[in-house]
């Protein structure tokens, strides 16, 4: 069982950036997928990065690509998404979401652990 704890959403400008964070209960990550997804009012959840918490690898999704980032804290058991250049289009609730194997899980069915979600605003 991993628990899933978000924070650092907010309102911002288009141009602006953000980092969010989020703090997983687990005894240790090292199989762990973890991913961020986002929801926009009235659209489908959406994946957006995701990384192997074990190799350190990563993927991003072609809309955000080159302008979000997506780390880890091992210390902390935390995990980031760095979003720079945001734009009016990335408004959503961002989720972090978990799955207990690695690869390149790309959609919301693939995770099993999920947090409660935080609202990232940019305004244009």
């Known amino acids: 069982q991993v628990q899933l704890v978000e924070s650092g959403g907010g309102l911002v400008q288009a141009g602006d950036s953000l980092r969010l964070s989020c703090v997983a209960s687990?005894?240790?990550?090292?199989?762990?997928?973890m991913g961020w997804l986002r929801q926009a009012p009235g659209k489908d959840r959406e994946f957006v990065a995701v990384m192997n918490w074990g190799s350190g690898n990563t993927y991003y999704a072609d809309s955000v690509k080159g302008r979000f980032t997506i780390s880890r804290d091992n210390a902390k058991n935390t995990l980031y998404l760095q979003m720079n250049s945001l734009k009016p289009e990335d408004t959503a609730v961002y989720y972090c979401?978990?799955?207990?194997?690695?690869?390149?899980?790309?959609?919301?069915?693939?995770?099993?652990?999920w947090g409660q979600g935080t609202q990232v605003t940019v305004s244009s």
């Open positions: 687990a005894r240790t990550l090292s199989n762990y997928a």
């Open positions: 979401a978990a799955r207990m194997s690695v690869g390149v899980p790309s959609t919301p069915s693939n995770y099993r652990y």
